[in-house]
């Protein structure tokens, strides 16, 4: 016979990934914060994109992987079908908020789920401008595909005694691609029989990053109480001014700034973490009028930075 301690500490869940589903005139965003930093005041979402991912946990599924016996499986092409099903069921305005909905709904609708963990990329579409009355305004009916930078949201969720409880949470931005033209160096770094890198005063930097962060309640991130959500665009355009507004000595010394900014302007937030790529193209020539260059891709391989930061990283400085 198999209890439940035999089981303890493996690994056994089975889920659904790449679950793309679209919604229309949902409930907007309205009531966020608005920052220095940033021009975003909510969203309307008429249109909303996000390719879901759920994974469950049961200890009910067990006989599925040693006896072939599905008694208690939830194929996961329902799963699909009652991702699909909830979106339109849903009333917030939050990416996060869907994700704890949905993981909740999975919970309530098939008890042998001991818990859950659901996480999405948002699908982005961009408004395009139309004349109007008055100039130019957003068209409400005809959106752009976007390929720019998207909020990402993930939760994990365990059954409580009453409401599911969250276990952890992640919010995020993915995808940000920035190239600031100057004011950019990398020097000072070890040099040894094995360094060709020449050091650059002054480099056209090309960033990719991915930025994550976690709220210390994280009821904070469903986004009920608005005023308490930080919006995955506010968090993109802090990256963006931050690199606009430093002469960085590199990437480390970038993403360090931008996390103490998005810190000091979400008191809500526990902590920020970063993965970033480095892209920077290489300089073809630099004989041209100015700061003008010519620049080429990079050949591979790739530099990256990881870093993850919390309030006991803040030097206690205000900001206006
Ligand atoms: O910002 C940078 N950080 C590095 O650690 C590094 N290493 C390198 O070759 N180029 C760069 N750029």
């Known amino acids: 016979m198999t209890d439940v301690s035999e089981t303890d500490g493996r690994t056994m869940n089975y889920g659904k990934e790449q679950v793309a589903v679209y919604r229309t005139f949902g409930t907007p965003l309205e009531g966020v914060r608005t920052i ?3 021009q975003f005041t909510g969203r309307d979402n008429t249109i909303f994109g996000a390719e879901v991912r759920v994974q469950v946990e049961g200890e009910a599924f067990l ?20 991702i699909h099903h909830q979106l339109g069921e849903y009333d917030g305005a939050t990416l996060e908020g869907f994700l704890y909905f949905v993981g909740a709904r999975f919970l309530e609708q098939y008890s042998q789920m ?4 659901v996480s999405a990329e948002e699908l982005p579409f961009e408004e395009r401008p139309v004349p109007g009355e008055d100039g130019f305004e957003s068209s409400k009916l005809v959106f752009r595909v976007a390929d720019s930078e998207s909020g990402f949201g993930e939760v994990a969720l365990d059954r409580g005694d009453d409401d599911p409880v969250i276990k952890e949470h992640t919010s995020g931005v993915t995808g940000i691609e920035l190239v600031k033209v100057k004011d950019n160096s990398f020097v000072g770094y070890v040099q040894d029989e094995y360094t060709t890198l020449p050091e650059r005063e002054n480099r056209t930097l090309y960033v990719a990053l991915d930025i994550f962060w976690t709220y210390a309640d994280s009821e904070d991130a469903l986004g009920e109480d608005p005023e308490r959500y930080v919006p995955a665009e506010q968090v993109r355009d802090i990256a963006q001014v931050v690199f606009d507004w430093f002469d960085v000595n590199s990437i480390q010394d970038l993403i360090y700034r931008i996390g103490e900014r998005t810190l000091e302007r979400f008191p809500q937030l526990e902590s920020v973490s970063f993965e970033a790529n480095n892209r920077t193209w290489l300089k073809v020539r ?24 919390d309030r006991n990283d803040l030097k206690g400085e205000d900001v206006e």
């Open 114 to 117: 001991d818990s859950i963990r």
């Open 63 to 82: 006989p599925s992987f040693s006896e072939g016996d599905n008694s208690m499986v939830v194929p996961t092409d329902t799963m699909k079908n009652f």
């Open 286 to 309: 630099d004989d041209l009028e100015g700061d003008a260059k010519v620049l080429r891709e990079p050949p591979r391989p790739t530099g990256f930075q990881q870093f993850s930061m």
């Open 36 to 38: 220095p930093e940033s």
